[in-house]
Each structure stands twice: as structure tokens, then as C-alpha cells.
């Protein structure tokens, strides 16, 4: 079977010189489980030509209820090896090169270099944050997708964007073990009451989180269709048939509702602040106040 007759379809759409641009692609997908094996799969199905895939997590159990590739058979098998496995699968010519580790921080500053396109989407948050920042400030474009629960977020990265920590709300400026110690702490992570009314966790699920005593809770529809629109604003740069949602630009994705929303600026102001130690030092009263965590989360919206 010839490329042309695998995607066929997709020349009812994309131009054949288009189609040419996403077979020469070559895209980054570090992380390979929820969203990063559910965008491989739509990419392969795409025919993306290129791959690099990276992983260090085997699939458990506990992937079962939104993990594309996560079968009985491929329990205990790497991540990026049984992406690389499906991807193949789907087209034989495809070139995929397959690291079955993670992501090193020292590694971080050549990330860029990987693809076109680059989705740094790590369970590892920090890391991933880390990574996007640092692609978009060497001027590629960076596929942010994450879920929580009920609710999906993507978009792009641009040079032209605004920081992912002010995007987020994150302490500005802030370095991969700054942010790996500020997620991780119970006081920083009550603030992110939108997990509660937006993401639809239960509350003693989210409390129970806070304190890591139990892990992201996550739905398989949520996942693979926040995946889709991120795999949609990877073929959109590539081909530039469709303006691309970049950041402060966001797809945000409910069980109601899909739509295009925006960043507001009080995130940035609470990204900014929060980067000085006398905020930092007001998280422990801010996430026992129940009408601080209100206020606060008025301004996130």
C-alpha cells in the first residue's frame, strides 16, 4: 500500500502539497500516555512521516481507563515502544525514533531541537512547564494539552505569546526545582479550586490530592478529545491551511461545552506576585480562607 492510498481521504481536505508538508513533519511528543499516546495515534492517522517519542513509565493497571495504547497485553510494556509499535502499525514507512527513558533537566535546553512541532506533555508537570517555556523562547511552536477530570485545556506557544507561567498562573521566572517544590506543596495546590467546579472532582477526591494521597483523576472522553484538538493545532502548523489558537487563545473543553476562551489578565498579575517570598508566605492563609479562595478564583477567570 502506497502513502497516497493509506491517507486518501485526507486529499478531499488538504492539498497534495499540504499533505506533502505533513508527511515531511517530524513531531515531538514527550510524554506518551493519556494525551501524548492519544495525539500519536491521531498524527500516525494523519501521516505525520516523523516521530520522536519519549518515555520512562511501563503501562498499568491503573492507564486502563483512558490510556490509548494500554491493553492486557501491553501491561508492563514502555510507553514511547508501544506507541512506536501502534504508529508503525498504522504506516510501515513512518520513521520513529523511540526513547524509552525520560526526559533529562539537562537535556532541556536542546529540547527544541527534537521537531517542528514539540508537545511536552509529561505527567511530570513541573517538567513540562519547564520545557514548554523553554521552546517557546527558542522560537518553535510548543502544543501545551492537559486534563483535569471534566475539563480539557490546549493551545500553542509562540514566541510571540505570552509566558506559560503567566498564561497559568504560575510564579514567574520561577526554574524546574522552584516549580517542582511550589506544585507539590498542599497550600499551592488548594488554590486550584477549578478542579472542583470546573474539572468536576469530587471534593474529598481533590482534599485527598492535595495531601498526594491519591493521583489525577481523569476521564478517557476528556483526554482523547483535548489529545484531537491539540493533534488539530499540530496539522494547522504545519500545513497553515487554519489559524492556529495560541496562547492567551486556549480550547477549553467541558462535557457541555467546547469553545475557544482567553487568559485573562488576572493571571498574569497572580503569576507575577506570586514569584515574591512574602506572597508565598500568604499561600497557607489564602488556601484556609474560603472566601480568599473565592476571590482567588475569580481572578484565574
Known amino acids: 500500500m502506497s502513502y497516497e492510498e493509506l491517507f486518501q481521504r485526507n486529499y478531499g481536505v488538504f492539498s497534495e502539497a499540504e499533505q506533502a508538508r505533513i508527511?515531511?513533519?517530524?513531531?515531538?511528543?514527550?510524554?506518551?500516555g493519556g494525551i501524548g499516546g492519544a495525539m500519536a495515534m491521531v498524527l500516525a492517522r494523519s501521516g505525520i512521516g516523523h516521530f520522536v517519542l519519549m518515555d520512562p513509565d511501563t503501562y498499568q493497571p491503573t492507564n486502563m481507563n483512558r490510556q490509548i495504547c494500554c491493553f492486557?497485553?501491553?501491561?508492563?510494556?514502555?510507553?514511547?515502544?508501544?506507541?512506536?509499535?501502534?504508529?508503525?502499525?498504522?504506516?510501515?514507512?513512518?520513521?520513529?525514533?523511540a526513547y524509552e527513558r525520560g526526559l533529562e533537566i539537562g537535556e532541556i535546553n536542546d529540547i527544541a531541537e527534537l521537531g517542528d512541532v514539540i508537545a511536552p506533555v509529561m505527567d511530570e508537570?513541573?517538567?513540562?512547564?519547564?520545557?514548554?517555556?523553554?521552546?517557546?523562547?527558542?522560537?518553535?511552536?510548543?502544543?501545551?494539552?492537559?486534563?483535569?477530570?471534566?475539563?480539557?485545556?490546549?493551545?500553542?506557544?509562540t514566541a510571540e505569546s505570552p509566558s506559560v507561567a503567566e498564561c497559568l498562573a504560575m510564579p514567574f521566572g520561577f526554574g524546574y526545582e522552584q516549580l517542582q517544590d511550589y506544585t507539590t506543596r498542599?497550600?499551592?495546590?488548594?488554590?486550584?479550586?477549578?478542579?472542583?467546579?470546573?474539572g468536576a472532582w469530587r471534593e474529598d477526591w481533590f482534599e485527598r490530592w492535595t495531601v498526594r494521597e491519591l493521583p489525577h483523576a481523569q476521564?478517557?472522553?476528556v483526554v482523547w478529545t483535548t489529545a484531537c484538538l491539540a493533534s488539530m493545532e499540530v496539522l494547522k502548523l504545519i500545513t497553515g491551511k487554519?489559524?492556529?489558537?495560541?496562547?492567551?487563545?486556549?480550547?477549553?473543553?467541558?462535557?457541555?461545552?467546547a469553545r475557544v476562551k482567553r487568559f485573562g489578565w488576572g493571571r498574569r498579575v497572580i503569576s507575577r506576585l506570586s514569584r515574591h517570598e512574602w506572597a508565598l508566605r500568604q499561600l497557607p492563609r489564602l488556601s484556609r480562607s474560603k472566601r480568599l479562595l473565592r476571590v482567588f478564583t475569580r481572578l484565574l477567570q
Open 125 to 157: 508537570w513541573p517538567l513540562s512547564l519547564t520545557a514548554l517555556e523553554v521552546i517557546r523562547k527558542a522560537g518553535k511552536p510548543a502544543i501545551m494539552a492537559y486534563p483535569v477530570g471534566a475539563l480539557g485545556r490546549t493551545c500553542v506557544f
Open 242 to 257: 487554519w489559524k492556529p489558537v495560541v496562547a492567551p487563545r486556549y480550547w477549553h473543553v467541558t462535557p457541555n461545552d
Open 186 to 198: 498542599p497550600d499551592a495546590r488548594r488554590l486550584l479550586q477549578y478542579y472542583v467546579t470546573e
Open 72 to 97: 492486557a497485553e501491553t501491561l508492563g510494556k514502555n510507553k514511547a515502544a508501544c506507541a512506536k509499535e501502534s504508529i508503525l502499525a498504522i504506516n510501515p514507512e513512518a520513521d520513529v525514533t
Open 219 to 221: 476521564l478517557a472522553a
Open 23 to 32: 508527511r515531511d513533519a517530524r513531531v515531538a511528543i514527550i510524554g506518551c
